[in-house]
Nanobody
């Protein structure tokens, strides 16, 4: 089992920045990749970014590429999402997720989410 806890959400003005954190615990040695997803009201959950937990390969959705940066600190069992140039359409609940195998899109564990609200 892997437990994930997100933090760092909040209210920010358009153009501002925010940094989300995700702390992992439990069988962290089994994690292959970690990702960030988001779900806006009335919309489906969508992929934001991912990073191979013990490598440097990163993946981004087109809508956030160049504005968001995903990073990880395996010593702290944590993954971060640095968000810059935020837009009102970035408003959503952001979820951290972990998968244990190199299977794109298949995430085994999810956090509870943290709210990000971007005001115009």
């Amino acid at each position: 089992q892997v437990q994930l806890v997100e933090s760092g959400g909040g209210l920010v003005q358009a153009g501002g920045s925010l940094r989300l954190s995700c702390a992992a615990s439990g069988r962290t040695s089994s994690i292959y990749r970690m990702g960030w997803f988001r779900q806006a009201p009335g919309k489906e959950r969508e992929f934001v970014a991912a990073i191979n937990y013990r490598g440097v390969t990163t993946f981004y959705a087109g809508s956030v590429k160049g504005r968001f940066t995903i990073s990880r600190d395996t010593a702290k069992n944590s993954v971060y999402l640095q968000m810059a140039s935020l837009k009102p359409e970035d408003t959503a609940i952001y979820y951290c997720a972990a998968n244990l195998q190199d299977v794109p899109g298949k995430y085994d564990y999810w956090g509870q989410g943290t709210q990000v609200t971007v005001s115009s």
